[in-house]
């Protein structure tokens, strides 16, 4: 009989042990600030309650070049799982060997990305789309502003804030205004472009706005600026309506973020598990519904009061911006820049 109890006892044990094991956990690098505020809420705070076995710990970063940094200096040694970051910055990164192929052994959705999502020659896909808009004060601004000609319009002058290249957003700018001249491929000539934005200069009341784009135009610092439509739409709801977005009716470009999965990665098949369910439509459709960047799954079905605040249904309307060739002429077009725009503000 107290064979059969001890039996029963050492079952018990056992199973409470297994049951309780501890969880695996995925490490995932991303965008710090109101980003990872809103993806833990609408991506990985719902994975883990699908899959109460792993936890996703956030480690936030300010910008894509701090991440790269950290990753190469782990190489040898990983402690990150997954990686969020820009698309050029995620080639250099396959190119040092830090990532594995995300492919359909990885997660069947990648069948179901839209072509932009892929870039040659980068191991990761694309997870998340933005595009450059117009933003602008409401209380000066009286009437969304329906062209990128109203960052040239003679009544804002003064009242205009760009950031400057080297940043994105200065160079996708550029990209745009090459378009607007009728300049041709931006690849290797946008001195139309250059030539454009030289004409806004003097108007322009700074190419560094401080702390970001979107806090003085919200305050009524200045009237009209440019900056990414996922942040403008926060901002937007945060400032009372007092920050306006707009997409231009010639079109964008846009910005794309890749999910990588880290090369001898500590977390193995969780964290495979983590990007198949953040390429998913279930989980595309969340964020697009918190923070407003487009999806990059094709069969994503997204609530039409937040469809209205991306480019998703714009897609037409993007200018095919291929971010690798463009990593190879940014230093000249930030030349140029320095040239020929910033010397002829105020």
Do not use: C
Not at 49 to 61: L, R, S
Not at 192 to 207: R, S, Y
Not at 299 to 308: C, E, G, R, S, Y
Request: glycine fraction near 8%.
């Amino acid at each position: 009989m107290m064979f059969a109890r001890l039996s029963i006892a050492v079952s018990a044990l056992t199973i409470a042990a297994v049951t309780s094991a501890p969880a695996e956990t995925v490490t995932l690098t991303a965008y710090s600030g109101i980003f990872q505020e809103h993806y833990t809420k609408a991506v990985i705070e719902p994975f883990m309650k699908k899959y109460p076995d792993i936890t996703v710990q956030f480690y936030g970063m300010p910008n894509s070049a701090q991440m790269l940094g950290t990753l190469r200096a782990q190489k040898s040694s990983p402690q990150i799982d997954v990686a969020i970051l820009d698309v050029s910055v995620a080639k250099a990164g396959t190119d040092e060997g830090l990532f594995d192929k995300v492919d359909e052994s990885v997660s069947p959705n990648v069948k179901d990305l839209y072509p932009n999502a892929h870039a040659e020659g980068v191991a990761g896909v694309g997870v998340t789309f933005d595009n450059l808009v117009i933003i602008y004060n409401t209380d000066q601004v009286k009437a969304a502003p329906t062209s990128w000609d109203a960052l040239w319009d003679k009544q804002y002058e003064g009242k205009v804030i760009i950031q400057a290249a080297p940043d994105i957003q200065g160079t996708t700018f550029t990209i745009i205004s090459n378009k607007l001249a009728g300049g041709g491929d931006y690849k290797t000539d946008v001195s139309a472009g250059i030539a454009k934005i030289g004409e806004l200069a003097p108007g322009v009341q700074t190419w560094d706005p401080k702390p970001d784009v979107y806090a003085p135009i919200a305050n009524g610092q200045a009237a009209l600026g440019i900056g990414w439509n996922a942040r403008a739409q926060i901002y937007s709801q945060t400032s009372g309506g007092k920050l306006g977005v707009a997409l231009p009716k010639e079109g964008s470009g846009f910005q794309i973020n890749t999910i990588n999965l880290v090369k001898n990665a500590p977390a193995g098949d969780a964290a495979k598990k983590f990007i198949d369910y953040a390429l998913s439509p279930e989980a595309q459709a969340a964020f697009t519904s918190e923070m407003f960047y487009a999806p990059t799954n094709s069969k994503t079905v997204i609530a039409q009061d937040a469809l209205k605040r991306t480019a998703a249904d714009d897609m037409d309307k993007m200018i095919d911006i291929d971010w690798l060739a463009v990593a190879k002429v940014r230093d000249g077009i930030t030349e140029q820049w320095r040239r020929r725009i910033i010397p002829l503000s105020r």
